[in-house]
Nanobody, 124 residues
């Protein structure tokens, strides 16, 4: 599966952005999706993940209550709504597909396909 993330940009603290990730192929609804991020000088970290149906999701503690992951299986797209953004949210954001997921997983190594990333910069 090929993934293309978009929607990044420059935003002020407390602002909002919505990231999108479009997937190729006709089996989008058969795999879980996740968002990860990698800040300057940091390792890639988990942000949010959503089940195949979209009925279940999980979040990193650092974004819980501010970010919302969702998916539209008819459009082969997963979204990340980011509200109340903080400078520490600055990072390249990646979407990823977990092709074998039975339950939602959060470790980067468990995800099989990755998009190229979109840069989010939050100014103070």
């Amino acid at each position: 599966v090929q993934l293309q993330a978009s929607g990044g940009g420059l935003v002020r603290a407390w602002g909002s952005l919505r990231l999108s990730c479009a997937a190729s192929g006709r089996t989008f609804s058969s795999y879980a999706m996740g968002w990860f991020r990698q800040g300057p000088g940091k390792e890639r970290e988990f942000v949010a993940a959503i089940s195949r149906s979209g009925k279940s999701s999980t979040y990193a503690d650092s974004v819980k209550g501010r970010f919302t992951i969702s998916r539209d299986n008819a459009k082969n797209t997963v979204y990340l709504q980011m509200n109340s953004l903080k400078p520490e949210d600055t990072a390249v954001y990646y979407c990823a597909a977990d092709l074998l997921a039975v339950v939602i997983r959060t470790t980067p190594a468990e995800f099989d396909s990755w998009g190229r990333g979109t840069l989010v910069t939050v100014s103070s």
